[in-house]
């Protein structure tokens, strides 16, 4: 037997195959390929392999050649788990370009491209899929086994799963297992999503043409609102259409409680119906064309014009112009054409609006991607992409990293959001300019849309690098809103203001609950009161575990850390000095919603903030209430500024302008015009003209004044001449570098060996290493040290390149013992 081994093998080529690890190594390992798995090997299979001494890893294959690694014996490859590649040659090059720009490690950019499900690892927890009705008569007998072991203890990992079926490789099992939905990885379990709920409206069937006449004239004279409705309904459900509540209720002009009233009566039904944000369950209209308006038929044109010449367009409109009608007719080519489309947002869960909007005109052809999804559902949407189902793909950031086929055109809504950056972990990239990366790689084009564009994009557009076009007007002639500036000082010393608000937002906010308006308040800080503080011995609570106070929380009665999560007891006497005069300090959206129910008990007022919309559906249900009229002020933080497009909101209060002003951060005008920008772009939407009141200590500051006059140039012209003589971009480059330590000694001696080490190669280039704002998160002490670069692109490559050596030189020292060091490119 093992000569007639020999003989097969002997004509046979030895393969060795490069591979990305999920792991931060700085060089893909070599392995080499059983003769068995010859024909099965191609570059963007998963395939298994043990790294280190016991562990196995999911890895991707990124070459293959007949060549041995020199320095070390190539081991074995265990298994290959795909027919077909799950990963592109495109991406593969992608991955490579975003680990040299953004100074990371492959597998680190693999780690945030792959969903879990597809990067299995020997320490990887499996459970069982509660949601999924096993048949146990189906499984084979490992299945069995497995399905059986996870009845008696709920999660187990790859590892206890090999031991149990007495075989060094289980992954092609766990992959089937995963694909038949019968298991699911751990850490996801908690963060399950869960579709939205939409209320469907149908009539009751015992109303037939004979009893609808009979029904309307009873309806007519007592209740003609409740008419309007039944006639309002018969109108929409022409055709077998659904009817959902929201449409219902903007196609009539009735209240929500009309519709209970009908409902209660029994003449009409609700249905409570899940809403998947993964398949469309909707009906699509293929006839339904966005309309547009002379402006934009020329804008649209000019855009069209300028992608024969630019690959990336800059289209500036302000808030409520109808930007979203021209991605809509530029997207419809690009699908005639037969390329896919990204859409890209900050932050899938504030748009869910647009994601309804862009299903009315494309249907099944559009997927939606995003962290919230199960494994099951992100792969499922990978394969789609990959194998062209999804023509358009609406996602946050991650969706960069989808496997599309031939992506045509990337378009890039409110590419100013900070969001798009990504901070921990690595790599710490911007999805905007990886976009536009990406898009270069398929030859495709990339539109940048927005009210308040970034500085950078700005000037990039002033200078022909890349296209500009420009919607000066609200779409429908509605006009911008009027805005009112309210210096706080002054209502202080009359004695005016009402807690915290000024006597002329109360009288707003009074008169739009009176016609039925809606109203949404705006203040920058969550929580209660940002600081508690003694007022005898000035004692305040700070966080064990960062450099950073407590925060009060009333619903929960605890201080909390906004950095690390730690919580305690709200002290009812001072900790240092026994006082019991402890007072608070600041206030946030809670303590706004607190205060407001106090003044305004007849309103109905919900918050949303990171506290309120931690459950998956919280978001959602805020956003029903609002739309159906359940609520009458909406308090937040920056949620409200992002994504809100209600008929009804007509009043937005800034509680505080000045908490986004006094910043110490080369952008906080920039930063603090978009967001005042962004929030009074809330109100009178559709129709109405909405107003806006700004309360400040500082009514003459010059972003306010360019706010209420809408003035972006202004703004634009005054930063960029700062950010010229004070070297920061545009016109500069920066690289920040963190190191952290859990000894602050230590922090000191590794700090100042990278910094004298990058100023023998940058002088004066270098700045620090200095504290930043926060010099201690989750017991890690932090020193920042940044550098400048002019934009030179090879000076840049240059520049990492040192940057690595030093690095890599600074790893190699018994110094660097304990550290992290925290490579951040453009890190802003």
């Not at 297992?177 to 009539?203: C, D, G, H, Q």
């Not at 634009?716 to 001449?721: C, L, P, S, V």
Request: net charge neutral.
């Amino acid at each position: 037997m093992l000569e007639f081994a020999e003989t097969y093998n002997a004509g046979r080529k030895t393969l060795f195959v490069d591979v990305i690890l999920p792991l931060a190594i700085a060089k893909n390992y070599t392995y080499r390929v059983p003769f068995e798995l010859n024909d099965a090997v191609a570059i963007g299979k998963r395939v298994v392999v043990q790294f280190g001494k016991s562990k196995l890893y999911t890895a991707i294959i990124a070459g293959i050649s007949e060549h041995a690694p020199e320095k070390y014996e190539a081991k074995y490859l265990m298994d290959v788990l795909d027919e077909q590649p799950v990963v592109t040659d495109v991406q593969l090059g992608f991955w490579q370009w975003m680990a040299n720009y953004y100074l990371c490690n492959t597998g680190e950019v693999m780690n945030a491209a792959l969903p879990s499900a597809l990067k299995l690892a020997s320490e990887t927890k499996i459970v069982l899929n509660k949601d999924y009705e096993i048949d146990r008569s189906g499984l084979n007998d490992k299945e069995y086994l497995i399905v059986d072991a996870l009845d008696i203890q709920p999660e187990l990992t790859v590892s206890d799963i090999a031991k149990l079926l007495g075989q060094k490789t289980v992954m092609p099992i766990l992959k089937i297992m995963f694909e038949k939905n019968l298991i699911m990885i751990s850490e996801t379990v908690n963060e399950r999503y869960k579709p939205r709920k939409r209320t469907y409206i149908k009539l009751n069937p015992i109303y037939q043409h004979d009893q609808m006449r009979e029904l309307f004239e009873i309806l007519e004279k007592r209740a003609p609102k409740q008419a309007d409705v039944v006639l309002a309904y018969l109108n929409l459900s022409r055709g077998g259409k659904k009817v959902s509540k929201p449409d219902l209720i903007e196609a009539s002009g009735a209240s929500s409680a009309v519709i209970k009233a009908l409902v209660e009566k029994e003449i009409m039904i609700a249905e409570d119906v899940n809403v998947s944000r993964l398949f469309f369950e909707g009906d699509n209209d293929p006839e339904l064309t966005a309309v547009l308006s002379d402006e934009q038929e020329n804008v649209l044109a000019s855009i069209r014009e300028q992608f024969e010449q630019k690959d990336v367009v800059l289209l500036h409109g302000i808030t409520s112009s109808g930007k979203t009608q021209l991605y809509i007719k530029l997207i419809e080519e690009m699908i005639a054409s037969g390329r896919q489309v990204l859409y890209l947002l900050p932050e899938i869960a504030l748009t869910t609006h647009i994601i309804e909007r862009l299903r009315r005109y494309f249907g099944e052809s559009i997927g939606v991607y995003h962290s919230r999804f199960n494994d099951q559902e992100r792969v499922e949407v990978w394969q789609k992409v990959l194998d062209g189902s999804y023509k358009i793909v609406l996602g946050a950031r991650s969706s960069v990293f989808l496997p599309f086929a031939d992506l045509g055109l990337i378009v890039v809504d409110e590419e100013h959001e900070t969001s798009y950056k990504q901070f921990d972990p690595a790599p710490r990239y911007n999805a905007r300019d990886a976009a536009i990366y990406l898009s270069a790689l398929y030859q495709g084009k990339v539109l940048l849309g927005s009210a308040t564009p970034s500085i950078e994009s700005y000037y990039n557009a002033q200078n022909g690098k890349f296209g500009f076009a420009e919607l000066k007007t609200r779409y429908g002639g509605v006009e911008m809103p009027q805005i009112e500036v309210v210096n706080i000082a002054e209502e202080l010393k009359k004695k005016t203001m009402q807690s915290h608000f000024t006597s002329v937002l109360m009288d707003d906010m009074k008169q739009a609950i009176e016609r039925k308006e809606q109203i949404i308040l705006f203040q920058n800080r969550r929580g209660y009161a940002p600081v508690m503080m003694c007022k005898t011995c000035a004692f305040t609570p700070k966080c064990i575990n960062c450099d950073v106070s407590l925060t009060f929380h009333k619903s929960s009665g605890k201080m909390h850390c906004h950095y690390c999560g730690y919580k305690e007891d709200s002290p009812t006497t001072c900790p240092a000095c026994g006082s019991a005069h402890l007072e608070y300090k600041g206030f946030g959206t809670e303590k706004v919603e607190d205060e407001l129910t106090v003044l305004m008990p007849e309103a109905r007022i919900m918050r949303m903030d990171l506290d309120t919309t931690r459950a998956k559906n919280a978001f959602q249900n805020i956003m029903n209430d609002l739309e159906e009229k359940r609520l009458d002020i909406l308090v937040g933080t920056q949620m409200v500024a992002k994504g809100l497009d209600f008929a009804d909101v007509t009043v937005i209060g800034i509680i505080n302008a000045d908490s986004l002003l006094k910043y110490p951060d080369f952008r906080a005008n920039e930063r603090s015009f978009q967001m005042l920008a962004q929030v009074s772009g809330r109100a009178g939407r559709r129709g109405k003209q909405g107003k806006v009141v700004i309360q400040t200590y500082d009514p003459s500051h010059r972003v306010i004044q360019q706010v209420i006059d809408n003035d972006y140039a202004a703004l634009y012209k005054n930063e960029i001449d700062e950010r010229k003589s004070f070297k920061y971009p545009p016109f500069y480059r920066l690289i920040q570098l963190d190191i952290k330590h859990k000894d602050p000694d230590m922090l000191y001696q590794q700090a100042e060996f990278l910094g004298t080490e990058l100023r023998k190669h940058f002088g004066d280039r270098v700045i620090g290493p200095e504290y930043p704002l926060v010099s201690r998160i989750r017991n890690f002490y932090i020193k920042t040290i940044m550098l400048k670069f002019e934009r030179d692109a090879d000076s840049l490559n240059k520049a990492k390149d040192i940057i690595r050596a030093v690095l890599l030189q600074f790893q190699t020292t018994k110094l660097s013992k304990g550290s992290l060091v925290q490579p951040d490119v453009d890190p802003y």
